[in-house]
């Protein structure tokens, strides 16, 4: 059974370019969210699709957008990059948008803005 | 506002030396206190979900247990392969936003 899985590893991108970031749910789940983590610090909530909806959202700029498509996978987009969005890009899913549920992280999205 | 702090920030342990992490929480209404495991460069790794103060979960050498403003992850008798950040985070609505902790970095040496 396939765990969360992200696209790309690694990547490195210069101020004011845009990135897509992509992510595959466990099989089973139909609820992903987004985080972002900073080195050293603990990860901060972006947003979390259901239904291919914006469920909710954290104290993020409107740079910063997403999409859930059919199949449950999403993809975060960052437009106009700055340097502070250097970060693992963490995606977590859990199962039928229950909201007690538990969520389950992929390995990460490493992006570097240079 | 909604808070979770961790303490201590890092923990050196000897191997078999067992220890205590602590999550204190702030939060308007809990619905789920939940801890990870991370190790460098790679997304957190599920450990517990807690939900209600005086309930406990057991893993291994890892029992975590929680009360109305606190949750502690004990980890007894240490290995080398227990380093790691563990994480601590609250589910502070009925939504699926989690809001976590700085996360207590652990090194057990032989």
């Known amino acids: 059974d396939a765990g969360v899985t992200q696209s790309p590893t690694h990547l490195i991108k210069t101020r004011g370019q845009q990135v897509t970031l992509r992510c595959s749910p466990k099989s089973g789940h139909d609820t992903v969210s987004w985080y972002q983590q900073a080195l050293g610090q603990g990860p901060q909530f972006i947003f979390q699709y259901y239904e291919e909806e914006e469920r909710q959202r954290g104290n993020f700029p409107d740079r910063f957008s997403g999409h859930q498509f059919p199949n449950y996978s999403s993809e975060l987009n960052v437009n106009a990059l700055l340097l502070g969005d250097s970060a693992l890009y963490l995606c977590?899913?859990?199962?039928?948008?229950?909201?007690?549920?538990?969520?389950?992280f992929g390995p990460g999205t490493r992006l570097t803005v240079l | 506002e909604d808070q979770v702090t961790q303490s201590p920030e890092a923990l050196r342990l000897q191997e078999g030396e067992s220890s205590s992490l602590n999550c204190s929480y702030t939060v308007s209404g809990l619905r789920g206190l939940f801890w990870y495991r991370q190790d460098p460069g790679k997304g957190p790794e599920f450990l517990f979900t807690?939900?209600?103060a005086g309930e406990e979960k057991e893993k291994e050498r890892l029992k975590a247990t929680l009360t109305k403003k606190e949750s502690f992850l004990h980890i007894t008798a240490p290995k080398p392969e227990d380093s790691a950040t563990y994480l601590c985070a609250v589910r502070p609505d009925s939504w699926g936003k989690l809001q976590f902790g700085a996360g207590t970095q652990v090194v057990v040496t032989p």
């Open positions: 977590a899913s859990s199962p039928r948008g229950a909201s007690t549920d538990t969520q389950y």
């Open positions: 807690l939900y209600s």
